[in-house]
């Protein structure tokens, strides 16, 4: 029952697309025609990770057609990481890719999902820390603040804070 409750408490966050006509067969939920990056853009909050993700060279990976689940850090995730870790990340690629990478997971991981696990193995190598405390899911230190943001190659939960692996 906790679990339902969390999934359903997840889903506020994310607007409804379409209502049924009452008493009508419903049509099967149509594929969203965006992927992750043009979702991610057409959002609106996520310019820095978004060229980060092109400085990294990882654009066409998160456009491609595996499915992938993003922890996508907001723009205001960003702004309180240090200066300094941003210029270090800016002047290292593979470090730059580690950190981006550690926020994805292979597969198309819903909320539903996500509230049963404890941790999830990035493309990065390292696994997440996943917990559930009340109606809040954490990822590592980082909240889930919109889940389930459907992508036509996978799905983004919007994160608070970005993710550093352990080096």
Do not use: C, W
Not at 121 to 150: H, Y
């Amino acid at each position: 029952m906790k679990r339902i409750a969390l999934v359903a408490a997840l889903a506020v966050a994310v607007p409804a697309v379409a209502v049924a006509a009452p008493e009508r067969a419903k049509a099967p939920e149509q594929a969203p025609a965006k992927n992750i990056v043009a979702t991610a853009a057409a959002a609106g909050q996520f310019t820095t990770l978004l060229a980060l993700a092109k400085q990294a060279g990882l654009v066409g990976a998160l456009s491609g057609p595996g499915k992938l689940t993003v922890f996508a850090p907001t723009d205001a995730a960003f702004k309180k990481v240090p200066k300094a870790t941003l210029a270090k990340l800016g002047k290292d690629k593979a470090l730059l890719k580690r950190v981006l990478l550690y926020h994805v997971v292979k597969g198309r991981v819903p909320a539903s999902k996500v509230v049963g696990l404890t941790s999830a193995k990035t493309l990065a190598g390292p696994s997440v820390r996943i917990r559930v405390s009340g109606t809040k899911v954490f990822v590592n230190q980082a909240r889930v603040t919109t889940a389930d943001v459907k992508a036509s190659n996978g799905i983004i939960h919007v994160v608070n804070a970005v993710l550093i692996p352990a080096s």
